[in-house]
Every structure is written in C-alpha cells, then in structure tokens.
C-alpha cells in the first residue's frame, strides 16, 4: 500500500489565489522531505527540501516567497502555492526518504491548474 | 555534480518484445541507483534498486545490473506486456555519508507497448 501521500491529488484555482499541498507520510516519520515539480513530458526538478523543525532549502531558481514550505511534523510537509499564476501549473510529487530502508517513496502527486 | 543519462525516448515495442533502456551515471560519491516507473496520471513507484557495484535489482520481470566500470544501470525485460507502458526514470541518490539524499533523474523514457 502507499506509504506517502498527497491531498489533495487535483486541484484547479483561478489567477491570484493560494493553494495547499499536504504530503503525508503513513507509517515512517521523515525529518526530510523532497518536493519536485514534473512538467508534461519532462523530468521531476526537485524545488526544495523540506526539514522538521527547520528552514527549507530552495534549489537555485525557486522563489522560497512564492512556494512556501512548512515541515510542521514528523509526518507532514506542506507546499503552498501563495498568488498562483497559470505558469505554476504543473505536477508536484513529493517524497519521503525512509531511513531505515534506504529508499524514497513517492507521494501519487497533485495536478495543479491555475486558470 | 552527479548527474544521470537516460536513453532518450519514446519507444515502442510489440508485446513480448525485448526491452533495453540504457542509463548511465556520473557522481563523486558511492550511489544508489534506481529505476522507477510512472503509470499514466499517476505518481512514481520504484521498480527496482542496487546499492552497490556488480548488484542486481530485479523486479516484475525486469532487471538492472549495477556496473562501476562502465557506470551504468541499463534497464531490460525479456517479454514486455502492454501493461509495461509507462515512463520510466533512472536516479541516484548518494548515500555515501549514511543517510538518503534528494534524487537525481534522467529524463525520463517512455515506453509504448503494442498489442
């Protein structure tokens, strides 16, 4: 079963508006959490990583004002989209490294469109 | 930097056809590498994964052999089915300091396979 997830999975918002992505892991705590951005036909590009109790870290190129990040527990992270533009359109994923395993799972993703 | 290089695609193969993606890799460190596949509106699962040279993941059918020498990770199933189309993305993640790290991706292949 799935063992991040991601709310809401679509989301359509007109010009100007903020919106939330939660990402949750299920059954593991994650102090580190990832967030990539997927545009159709093309790679993920992670935006940021996300840290309990601390500060994100942006990747060059990503206004930390425009995705806000905040890791408010050992099981949550979440992304917000603040004044969404239609070029903010896209596929976010999230992903949560489990320790203990070595591997990261995938959250299923959130379709944004921004009219 | 590390980076990841994935045969380009799409492509397209008659069901139970042989099946090769090449992937290579460069990285400072010592990597994990992965193959995860994305099924049409959905988010990344992984396949497959090897940790450490001459290992070989295997999942599904398919199966990738971690090659130092020539850096590589190349992807293959003997029998492809219809239900194998998807995109598929080879990654790395050096773990090199004992914890897991953000990802790096190719480019993602798609794969198309024919009744």
Known sequence: ?115 | GNSVTQMEGPVTLSEEAFLTINCTYTATGYPSLFWYVQYPGEGLQLLLKATKADDKGSNKGFEATYRKETTSFHLEKGSVQVSDSAVYFCALTDISSGSARQLTFGSGTQLTVLP
Not at chain 1, 60 to 88: C, M, R, W, Y
């Open chain 1, 1 to 115: 079963g799935a063992v991040v997830s991601q709310h809401p999975s679509r989301v359509i918002c007109k010009s100007g508006t903020s919106v939330k992505i939660e990402c949750r892991s299920l059954d593991f705590q994650a102090t580190t959490m990832f967030w990539y951005r997927q545009f159709p036909k093309q790679s993920l590009m992670l935006m940021a990583t996300s840290n309990e109790g601390s500060k994100a870290t942006y990747e060059q190129g990503v206004e930390k004002d425009k995705f806000l990040i905040n890791h408010a527990s050992l099981t949550l992270s979440t992304l917000t989209v603040t004044s969404a533009h239609p070029e903010d359109s896209s596929f976010y994923i999230c992903s949560a490294p489990r320790q203990t395993k070595g591997t990261q799972y995938f959250g299923p993703g959130t379709r944004l469109l921004v009219l």
